[in-house]
């Protein structure tokens, strides 16, 4: 079946650590995006990319960085440098122009010890 | 920039009544799309039901129906019969058509809680 996974669900991490979200989307979608959750907040767009080799910067990037070498993947970069972490951070992608909504993965939970 | 607006933090109904979430947007854009995400407690989101901004009828979806009042900017969903599984987090969101990217705007989510 086709979808979008994330891993891993949790993940632990401690201070000035950097530590890698995984997000793997077999759907054939060129857009994929990334997302933060907080209590009371939404969902707010850390980084997104609409091709191969390309991103931008969404409304909370700082501290985080993210790569698009291959269209299934796109893997976020929690760094040292993001004061606040602890959150629940969804992938999503998209087909077309998005017309039809995104498809979202399962999350990770990533806390900071 | 786009703006999504729910302004009820927390709701909540009987088994099997009815219940409307609000949702209001700011845009300058004529051609968009409107979305009602349902996000349960797995935290899986899950698309309830779309929108498009040029057609007049109100989109519905088995019993999720939404009320589009594109002068007024205002969305909302209303769910009937509502049952126990309905129990989640609801975001509606914002997407313009034809834009130079695909960002869907959120709302800060309005929990329901369907009650026995």
């Known amino acids: 079946d086709g979808g979008i996974t994330q891993s891993p669900k949790y993940l632990f991490r401690k201070e000035g650590q950097n530590v890698t979200l995984s997000c793997e989307q077999n759907?054939?979608?060129?857009?994929m995006y990334w997302y933060r959750q907080d209590p009371g907040q939404g969902l707010r767009l850390i980084y997104y990319?609409?091709?191969?080799?390309d991103f931008q910067k969404g409304d909370i990037a700082e501290g985080y960085s993210v790569s698009r070498e291959k269209k299934e993947s796109f893997p976020l970069t929690v760094t040292s440098a993001q004061k606040n972490p602890t959150a629940f951070y969804l992938c999503?992608?998209?087909w077309g122009r998005g017309a039809y909504g995104y498809t979202f993965g399962s999350g990770t939970r990533l806390t900071v010890v | 920039a786009q703006t999504v607006t729910q302004s009820q933090p927390e709701m909540s109904v009987q088994e099997a009544e009815t219940v409307t979430l609000s949702c209001t947007y700011d845009t300058s854009e004529n051609n968009y799309y409107l979305f009602w995400y349902k996000q349960p407690p797995s935290r899986q989101m899950i698309l309830v039901i779309r929108?498009?901004?040029?057609?007049?009828q109100n989109a519905t979806e088995n019993r999720f129906s939404v009320n589009f009042q594109k002068a007024a900017k205002s969305f909302s969903l209303k769910i009937s019969d509502s049952q126990l599984g309905d129990t989640a987090m609801y975001f509606c969101a914002f997407l313009v058509s034809g834009g130079s990217n695909y960002k869907l705007t959120f709302g800060k989510g309005t929990l329901l809680t369907v009650n026995p």
């Open positions: 999503a992608s998209n």
């Open positions: 990319s609409q091709i191969v080799n």
């Open positions: 759907l054939n979608h060129d857009a």
């Open positions: 929108q498009e901004a040029y057609k007049q």
